[in-house]
Structures are given as C-alpha cells and as structure tokens.
C-alpha cells in the first residue's frame, strides 16, 4: 500500500500541470500521483500519459469524459491505494520541504501503528503580482506535535477555516462516510471539505506552510467576475452543505460549532457575491437562499442570519449592501484572496 495517494485534477492543464507534477515527484515510492485528464482538448493526455511512462510505478494517468472538478476527485478516490489522500488542483503546487515533513509524519505514524482521520498544515496564497503572501495557519486553534480531538480544539477566527489546500484526509474514511461530489459543478471543495467532518475522531496538526494555492489567472474559478456568472453553482453547493449533514445530530460541541462556522462563511460569500452582481434576480436569489436554509433548519438559520456576519450581509437598503462589500473589500485586501 502507498502511504499517500495524490489527486491532481487537470481540465486543458497543459500551461502549468508539469510544475505541479514535479513538486510532488519528490514523494518517490510512498506516494502515487493519480493524473485525472477530465475530457481536456489540449496536450493535458499526452503530458499525463508521459509521466506514467516515465514513472510507472509513481504516475497514474486516468482518462475519462469531462465531469468537472468533482467528478475527477471522485475517480481520485475511487482508484487510490494509499492510506492517505490528498488533492493538489494541477494550477498549484506543493513546497517540497514541506512536502517531505508531511510524508516523514505519516510515515511516523505509520510505523507506530497510530491512524490519524485528518492531518492539517497550513496553505499560501500565491497571488499573482502581489508581493504580500497571506498564510493560513492555525497554531492558535490546534495543538501541535500531538494527536488531538475535536475536545482540544479552539475556536476558529471569523477568517480562518479549513479548506481543501489544508487538509489531507485518510482514505477509508472518505470512502466510507459517502462523499460523491456533483458533476459538472464548481466549488465543491467546500463539500469536499465539510461533508466528512463528522466521521473525523483524530487529527494532527503540522505547522509548515505545504500548500501554494495560486491566484490570478483571468478564467480561474475563484476570479471574481467568474464567481458571479457562477453563482447558481456556488449557491448548489451551499445548499448542499446544508442538506449533507444534520447538525442537530452533532454531539459535540466543538465540532458542531466548528461546521457552523464553516455554513457561515460559505453563505455569506453566496450572499456577497449575491449583491456584489448589483442585478435584482441575484438579490432575490439572496432572499430565497435565506428562506431555503429557515426551512431545512430554523436554528442554524437563526445563527448565520443572526451572527455578526450574517448582519453584515443582510443590513437593509442600497446603503446596507454598500456597507457589505465594503466590508468584503477590505476583507479581500487583508486576507490576500481574490
């Protein structure tokens, strides 16, 4: 068995997939790199297909028809072997020292006999033409050098969350808790993220920057113009969060507070991006968004609509919605995302 199976989804990926191919090269004989080619028209076949020439018992190149992003994770998960699993989206990379303390940690592991559900590090924002890099860290929310519960955690900062680029699952158990992303949808690392939440016991922190998650090109899922012709798409997502798990069922009470923080954030960026469109349908989309998640749960629509971001985004009038994105601007300037 490989100690960790990498994902790399490539859609016409030719301009930029060999650079994160090579950054995870480095892995050798522990890790296998799954190529997904998702129906790409470009070279991205033959680019594939050449390291699995050249590193048979590394590379896997999978071919199969366009799915979208979801649908070539879950052929990840479908066909990996490793006891670990991790996606690297093939615009990003990984840094190699960082790269090679993870796989010395789950190697640890591995030879104490000791399993871990999640492993968390840290990711950076490489945003094209800017020379500030924002770190998402979490050393002041999770303890380091130590196996942990969801007992030991702190509370999340109104910023901070975890996301695809931070964390690596283990395999078994995202084939067990049944994960099936939608086809043909953007956004699904949200789902991606939170839906297994509940079926992680223990985790480990490891505080090194691994992950470079880039900003910046123009067609990019996460370019703001992009995200606003895509708004159903993120508002299928987040509607989807809502019906994957039923919080009232959630135990534990950091955990629960945790993945309501998380349905928090992802709604109030449906509802920012809602009202960043300035057209009457998407704010009538916002309103029936609300109304949607008052039905499936009153209570969590009680605390994101009545939370301190849930009020920011739903202050009244043309004044209120100026106020929202330009609370959201200056969110944009000190976090570094798009």
Aim: glycine share 6%; proline share 3%; charged share 25%.
């Amino acid at each position: 068995m490989k100690l960790l199976s990498v994902v790399i989804p490539c859609y016409n990926s030719q301009a930029y997939m060999r650079n994160c191919i090579e950054s995870l090269l480095p892995g050798r004989e522990d890790v296998e790199l799954l190529i997904v080619n998702d129906g790409s028209v470009d070279q991205t076949a033959e680019i594939a297909d050449d390291y699995a020439r050249r590193y048979p018992t590394i590379v896997r190149a999978i071919h199969q028809p366009n799915g979208g992003h979801g649908e070539a994770v879950n052929t990840g998960i479908r066909n990996a072997t490793g006891k670990y699993f991790k996606v690297v989206d093939s615009d990003d990379w990984v840094d190699i020292r960082a790269y090679l303390k993870v796989l010395q940690t789950l190697r640890d592991f591995d030879e104490e006999t000791v399993s871990i559900d999640m492993l968390v590090s840290n990711f950076v924002y490489e945003k094209e033409g800017s020379k500030y890099k924002k770190v998402m860290k979490y050393d002041d929310v999770l303890p380091e050098d130590v196996v942990f519960t969801w007992d030991d955690i702190k509370e999340f900062g109104k910023s901070q969350y975890l996301m695809m680029h931070s964390i690596i699952y283990r395999t078994r158990l995202l084939k067990d808790c049944g994960l099936e992303l939608p086809k043909h949808t953007f956004y699904v690392d949200n789902l991606y993220v939170y839906q297994p939440l509940p079926f992680v016991k223990k985790m480990y922190y490891l505080n090194v920057d691994f992950y470079r998650y880039f900003i910046g090109r123009d067609d990019q899922s996460i370019n703001e113009s992009v995200m606003i012709r895509r708004i159903d798409q993120q508002i299928k997502v987040n509607k989807l969060m809502v019906e994957s798990v039923e919080l009232r069922s959630i135990q534990n009470i950091n955990l629960y507070d945790y993945m309501l923080h998380q349905l928090e954030i992802v709604t109030v960026i449906s509802s920012i991006f809602l009202i960043r469109s300035g057209t009457r349908e998407n704010l009538k989309k916002k309103k029936e968004l609300m109304r949607y998640i008052k039905a499936k749960d009153p209570l969590l629509y009680q605390n994101i609509r009545f939370g301190f971001l849930g009020h920011l985004t739903n202050l009244p009038g043309w004044f209120g919605r100026r106020i929202s994105v330009g609370a959201y601007k200056v969110s944009q300037k000190m976090i570094g995302f798009n």
